[in-house]
């Protein structure tokens, strides 16, 4: 809906990750140049880190979009929980290799010889793992046996592991040393800054032909940050909100407060009336003391505390996330749906009216 009032050509706060949307932000930056240089070594692993939403797999797919795939061969797998056999089954066949009815020293040959063949033919085999914090200590060290391979003192396979936080601890473990000490550079993807969010909602909006309507205020964008702790899929969660507020109020300033509206609806809808439990009936007022004790002052009175402010849950927030995500595709659904039934009610309306005599338009018209 916001699409169409605001003349956008595109979603610009879509969830799916999509490179195309990339912004270079100081942390992505970062990695960026980290991905680089482990680019330019040819070897190693280089492990790049982040919370949920933080950009691990756009960041990834800029990547990709921007390699010489004439002189790198670049696969990459999502990982499950499978075991060290699994992933070099998994492996084999992101680089087009047949896997079936082939035992393992089959496959590792077939393996081996896929890579010496891309040498040979001027490329480097690049291999990112996405999801890593899932693998067992059994597949991360068939991993390391493929970077294992070399052909006159050159490594045939450099891999990238891409993980949620846990994964740097899981790296610590005494089973994995041999593999820290192939890794060649690791970055943790943070949060944007506060300066940062005008930008990058201003960049997404001009990738779809965002001609400053509707505006943002300083406040608004304070707001998002605050709400949204900088993470980007969140972000993108909370713009898109605010964009269909606007566009439903025909709204040509989006400012703080309509964020704030923005974030006690979507609270809204993601509370669930079983989990609400009813406010405490209010207690009488204590009858006024007598004269004399007011005058003395009460015996001991307790002092005013600060409300303590909760700390967030990570598996809470994951959970809303997909909650909203889920309830930004119904929106879309429906959506979709209406307006199929309007241009069906359109087409209706003027094939009736082209199939009247021209005295029943007539009369229609007066």
Known sequence: ???????????????????????????HRKAMAYLGYGLAQGEGFIVITGDIGAGKTTLVGHLMATIDRARLTAVRLVSTQVDGDDM??????????VTENVVKAQLLDRVERFLHEQVRGGRRTLLIVDEAQNLPVSALEELRMLSNFQSGGQALVQIFLLGQPEFREKLKSERLEQLRQRVIATHHLEPMRADEVGPYIEHRLSLVGWRD?????????????RHSGGVPRTLNMLASRLLLLGALERRGLLDGEAVESVIEDMARDTVDPADVTPAPTPKPA???????????????????????ASPVDPAAHAALVER????????????????RVLMLLIDWVESDTARMPDDARRTNAA
């Not at 070099?88 to 290799?97: H, I, N, V």
């Not at 309507?213 to 940050?225: E, G, I, Q």
Request: no cysteine; hydrophobic share 45%; proline share 13%.
């Open 1 to 27: 809906m916001y699409t169409e009032y605001y003349g956008l050509s595109g979603r610009p706060f879509q969830l799916t990750p999509d490179p195309a949307f990339y912004f270079d932000s100081q942390t």
């Open 88 to 97: 070099l089954r998994l492996a084999a066949q992101a680089l087009g290799l």
């Open 213 to 225: 309507d509707p505006r943002f205020t300083p406040d608004a964008f304070a707001v998002l940050y």
């Open 286 to 308: 204590p009858a006024p003391a007598p004269a004399a004790q007011q005058q003395a002052g009460p015996v001991s009175a307790a002092p005013s505390l600060p409300p303590v």
């Open 324 to 339: 909203l995500a889920a309830m930004e595709a119904r929106v879309e659904e429906q959506e979709v749906a209406l307006r």
